[in-house]
């Protein structure tokens, strides 16, 4: 992408999040993806289950620079990276989201976070011994000028910690070819294809991986049948189970699922 065209595109996602104006599609999809979903998330654990393994896969943090990649005013991890790192950057489009983010960093001396472009020449810092990416690697249209930057910008023995939307399996990738057209962030949002993941693997070691939401996202239907919450919430709980343990081995089932979690390491030249 020329470097106009990316201006351009970054301002659109600088003003979206900054106002959240959405269109009627947008918003509709928003309430099934950050209401009945979530819920489902925070019922079943799958919340829970994703902070404890991106805080397990940090490891040992004290001596290790940190790059807290498209934070906007900070995740549920970003303070516990600041607090523990040796040093902790947070980058972002978004002007409001960064001050927000400095403000709860002011006390901390060995951290800041700024407006910037990850991809922009005028983004100079490297040598990053870990690399956070909350739902941030999808907005990359071009995975491969991604990939080059990611490596670019790890130290030699570097780790990235991401967390992405999948549309890999059959039902997802139906409603989300029937809702795009009509979608106000679609120019910046492109969910992980199959493709995708290959050239992540291709590209980096992956240490672990972990997939939620493939058996598990049926669990909304349930609430249909005619059985006690306890009954319900204790099967959803045991797909999502199903769906951690077995995205770690198998291809299929991973791609059957909503969410990717990658613990990627750069590959020693």
Not at 9 to 17: I, V
Not at 83 to 103: A, F, H, V, W
């Amino acid at each position: 992408m020329k470097s106009e065209e990316r201006k351009l595109l970054n301002a659109r996602q600088k003003e979206f999040y900054d106002t959240k104006h959405k269109n009627a599609a947008t918003r509709l999809w928003s309430y099934f993806r950050n209401g009945a979903l979530n819920r489902i998330k925070k019922d079943i654990g799958v919340e829970r289950d994703i902070y404890e393994l991106h805080k397990n896969w940090f490891g040992d943090l004290s001596r290790k620079k940190v790059l807290d990649l498209g934070c906007h005013a900070g995740n549920s991890l970003s303070f516990y990276l600041a607090q523990n790192s040796r040093e902790y950057l947070g980058i972002d489009l978004s002007p409001k989201g960064i001050n927000s983010l400095n403000r709860r960093l002011e006390k901390l001396s060995r951290a800041s976070a700024e407006v910037m472009d990850f991809l922009s020449e005028e983004f100079r810092e490297k040598d990053f011994d870990l690399i956070y990416a909350y739902g941030v690697l999808h907005h990359f249209r071009d995975v491969d000028e991604l990939i080059a930057k990611l490596q670019e910008k790890l130290s030699n023995e570097g780790t990235i910690v991401s967390h992405d939307p999948l549309q890999t399996s059959l039902p997802i990738r139906f409603i989300r070819s029937i809702y795009r057209p009509f979608q106000s962030d679609k120019d910046w949002e492109w969910p992980f294809s199959r493709t995708t993941y290959y050239k992540f693997e291709k590209a980096f070691e992956i240490k672990e991986r972990r997939a939620v939401l493939g058996k598990a996202k049926w669990s909304t239907f349930i609430n249909f049948l005619p059985i006690s919450k306890e009954k319900r919430v204790h099967k959803a709980k045991a797909w999502h189970q199903e769906d951690w343990e077995n995205s770690l081995k198998s291809d299929n089932e991973m791609f059957d699922c909503m969410h990717l979690s990658l613990l990627m390491k750069k590959r020693s030249l």
